[in-house]
């Protein structure tokens, strides 16, 4: 059985994610550039875990063709790192539940 629906919202999760981060980072070294080392410091750190999650979540998107069980804790682990960098910042919300959901797809689904 083909799995397009959970690697469609896995693949929206990821590049959500990406395009968080880098405007996060971006944010970041605004922030720096004006003199506020505090949010710089905030901006850059949850920009790089997300950037990490986020890329973690692709990997297990990549695997969901063969492994679809690994694919889906890589998954699952990802959407609770972006979900930790939710509590800094809420850019994270909509691609952790895209990945948290399809990770959970992958790993309860029909094959």
């Known amino acids: 059985m083909k799995r397009t629906g959970e690697d469609v919202i ?15 980072l971006f944010l970041g070294r605004l922030a720096y ?30 695997k ?8 889906g804790f890589l998954m699952i682990v990802s959407a609770i790192g972006l979900f930790v960098c939710v509590n800094k910042i809420t850019f994270y919300l909509f691609p952790g539940l895209a990945l948290l959901l399809s990770g959970l797809n992958n790993i309860f689904g029909k094959k």
């Open 10 to 24: 896995g693949l929206i999760g990821t590049l959500l994610g990406l395009l968080c981060s880098l405007v996060i």
């Open 33 to 62: 550039e004006m003199g506020e080392l505090d949010g710089a410091e905030k901006g850059l750190t949850v920009g790089c875990m997300g950037a990490f999650f986020s890329i973690l979540g692709f990997y297990g998107f990549i």
């Open 64 to 71: 969901a063709k063969g492994a679809c069980k690994e694919a």
